[in-house]
């Protein structure tokens, strides 16, 4: 199937610089997990990937299978917030599951560095399924007073949650539920909109709706949900 | 034959219980849409009417002799791990937009623990959404899922070299379907469900195609699988136009020539050439203004206190966006902020009437052209504007008439914004005197053309002599554009129509299978 993600992409990248644009939509890397080295020749040394880092060349990177891992993490707690940036951006490409690339993007996640930021929001979920980035996520979502990373934290958790299990994806679709009844009228639209995103649905929600006709369609969704996790059992 | 036999009974049975099922006052039918076994001395032919190979990084997509449902052959589907992309088999049939749609087929997997993938879907492809995925089998770890309302729901594990045949029942008004699977040698169904809610719970989700593949991007199935006996089918009478060529009802000059793609371009944004367009003084301007109203939109600050002509032109952007994804909602909304912001701009008044004859209100539309035509004067971007309209109601001759007084031949433009309207207008001509059918005329543009841009105008001079009857000059000419540096890959296509026309039947088929792909390669 041609699973076309420019589409999608269009809204979450529009306001972000047109390099790191560039970059994200240079497109993922289907990661290998079994990580064997393509290349005979051995690691490259740092200034190579800089170069490909910079280059965005992450599929030439991860030819060298996950033995490179440790070099890009070690490049990255030596970075300023440009390069880490960077390398974020190329984590997100690999989509290699990886507990301390997730620490180390976790400790940016409350960087002001408008670049950084938002690219490690949208790495997260590329690195770890680990429930500690989904609630990070939905936390900026509904509470940084920041517009455009609460905006941003909504697209990591519509389209980048990829090593998610069955069970945290329908874990997601409740918390995204119960935050479609809050008192605030952006978190209804934002955690309405990540739902949408999973699954190509409003069932007749929307934000801006009189509370008893949001109510009706919470019911569809929470009726929704419960079937979902009957699927689980 | 046995094989075959089962399946044509099958298909029959399910032909009559489709047609019995029908109201009373209705006129009982079937039409095959897509019949796919997969047998013959040749491998079955790809095309933009039958289906298509994709075989990327190690994947494989194959004939195979080695395991099949009916016949001789069935196709293998194999996927390999950390390759970046998956091998598939998409299927295409006439869209069906009403009524109820059968679909039947066969299939076998190696390892039922590696995942692969089935569906239906339409123009929207396969996403969750309406017009996109209708009908998605996933086969995962721990068994065989239906996503029906966007929930997996569990069917059963497949066990391995095992034949399962798959009956869908799809009512595309109703947004439901149902599905019926049989292991092989049982008469009863597995599975016999009614009522689901297609895939994203969307009534009127159209199909057009059918797609095998093995993951869907997670990039980790080593799946091999096989499918025999893809049948697709429609429960009310249709006349499908025949083949005209090897895999398709239409040559491809007339469904991807370059004149289609000036037709898709119709009713979108025209370009901001200087400070009238948004009705600022020249002086007022800053370097890099004018280029603000070039895509992508630029992010807004984040502490508000935005250039009222950036957050404008931001608006306008994103405006032109929405309406060439035809969210006309949201790009009325825009527009709407870019007006208010800058009321005066004649440019965005010009998009307003763009994104009506893009929406199809097109009552009064050429009125209003003529309206800011009186405060414009001649400004070529209208009158292109003019022909939009006359041509989307089929009045070819006087569209051509609207734009050619600003075509001259053999002009060259002394600005670069002169050169871009130019070429708005010298393609929107090219696209009005093919559609008018004045294909002579087309060529004495292309021919003026020519020497500015040979890569392109070679190629649409290419069409035109593949339209006018002429394959033997199309072809040369298409090798022209090729070599003059045009990349553009359905090149090879149209080629591939002057071939068929010229009775080249081994060239027609190796260039169409460079893009559809071939399964002539057997295992």
């Known amino acids: 199937m041609d699973i076309p993600s420019t589409a999608r992409r269009f809204l979450c990248v529009s306001l972000l610089a047109a390099g790191l644009a560039a970059g994200l939509a240079a497109g993922d890397i289907a990661g290998a997990d079994a990580g064997v080295s393509r290349v005979e020749a051995g690691l490259p040394d740092e200034v190579e990937i800089w170069r490909l880092v910079e280059a965005r060349e992450g599929r030439v990177i991860e030819a060298y299978g996950r033995s490179v891992l440790p070099r890009l993490a070690a490049m990255y707690r030596g970075a300023d917030e440009e390069g880490r940036a960077e390398l974020a951006a190329v984590f997100y490409q690999l989509r290699w599951k990886s507990e301390e690339l997730r620490e180390l993007l976790m400790a940016d996640l409350d960087t002001q560095d408008q670049s950084l930021r938002v690219t490690v929001q949208y790495a997260l979920g590329r690195v770890s399924n680990d429930d500690v980035v989904v609630e990070a996520l939905l936390e900026t979502m509904t509470s940084d007073p920041s517009p455009l990373f609460r905006d941003k934290a909504g697209c990591g958790l519509a389209h980048d949650q990829v090593h998610l299990t069955e069970a945290q994806r329908v874990r997601l679709y409740g918390r995204l539920i119960e935050l479609m009844d809050s008192d605030d009228a952006e978190t209804r639209s934002l955690a309405s909109r990540v739902l949408h995103a999973h699954t190509g649905q409003w069932k007749g929600y929307h934000a801006g709706l009189r509370p008893e006709k949001r109510r009706e369609s919470l019911e569809r969704w929470s009726a929704w949900l419960e079937e979902y996790e009957s699927q689980l059992e | ?258 004149h289609v793609g000036i037709e898709a371009r119709q009713f979108l944004c025209f370009p901001v050439v200087d400070s009238d367009d948004l009705g600022v003084p020249a002086e007022s301007l800053a370097p890099g203004d004018l280029a603000r109203f070039r895509p992508p939109p630029r992010p807004s600050p984040e502490n508000g206190d935005e250039n009222p002509l950036a957050a404008a032109a931001r608006s306008w952007v994103t405006a032109c966006s929405s309406l060439g994804r035809r969210d006309f909602a949201g790009a009325r909304s825009s527009l709407a902020a870019a007006r208010e912001t800058l009321p005066d701009a004649r440019l965005f008044a010009l998009t307003e009437l763009l994104l009506r004859g893009r929406a199809g209100e097109t009552d009064g539309l050429t009125d209003a052209i003529s309206e800011l035509e009186r405060e414009w004067a001649a400004d070529p971007r209208l009158a292109v504007a003019r022909s939009m309209a006359m041509a989307a109601a089929g009045r070819w001759d006087q569209a051509v008439a609207a734009v050619r007084p600003h075509f001259t031949m053999g002009a060259v433009q002394a600005s670069p914004e002169e050169e871009v309207l130019e070429r708005l207008v010298t393609d929107q001509l090219y696209y009005l005197l093919i559609g008018a059918g004045r294909n002579d005329e087309a060529l004495s543009v292309v021919g003026d053309r020519r020497s500015r841009d040979p890569a392109s105008w070679l190629e649409r001079e290419g069409d035109v002599h593949l339209l006018s009857g002429d394959p033997a000059a199309a072809l040369e000419t298409y090798r022209r554009a090729r070599a003059a540096g045009n990349e553009n890959r359905s090149i090879l296509l149209r080629e591939a129509d002057a071939a068929y026309l010229l009775g080249d039947a081994a060239a027609e088929r190796s260039l169409r299978e460079s893009i559809y792909g071939s399964l002539s390669r057997d295992r």
């Open chain 2, 1 to 258: 034959m046995a094989g075959r036999v089962r399946v044509t009974a099958r298909v029959a049975i399910l032909a009559v219980l489709v047609a019995a099922s029908l109201v009373a006052s209705e006129e009982a039918a079937f039409t095959p849409l897509a019949a796919h076994f997969f047998d013959g001395e040749e491998a079955p032919t790809t095309g933009p009417d039958t289906f298509r190979i994709w075989e990327k990084a190690r994947g494989t997509v194959a004939r195979s002799s080695h395991f099949r449902w009916s016949g001789a052959w069935s196709v293998e589907i194999r996927d390999e791990p950390g390759n970046g992309d998956f091998p598939e088999l998409q299927g295409y049939f006439q869209l069906q937009g009403e009524g109820r749609l059968f679909a039947h087929f066969a299939l076998m997997v190696a390892d039922p623990r590696e995942t692969f993938n089935v569906a239906l879907a339409g123009p929207g492809w396969f996403r969750l959404a309406p017009d996109g995925l209708a009908f998605w089998l996933e086969n995962r770890e721990d068994g065989l899922v239906h996503v029906s309302d966007s929930i997996p729901k569990r069917l059963f594990r497949l066990e391995p070299f095992t034949w399962y045949v798959f009956d869908v029942l799809y009512d595309v008004e109703a947004g439901t379907y149902e599905l019926a699977i049989y292991r092989e040698q049982d008469e009863q169904p597995l599975v016999a469900l009614v009522d689901q809610p297609n895939a994203a719970s969307a009534p009127g989700s159209r199909v057009d195609k059918v797609s095998f593949i093995g993951d869907r991007g997670s990039d980790v199935s080593k799946v091999v699988y096989y499918v025999d006996d893809v049948v697709i089918g429609a429960d009310r009478a249709l006349d499908p136009p025949p083949f005209v060529a090897p895999g398709r009802r239409r040559l491809f000059v007339e469904t991807r020539g370059a």
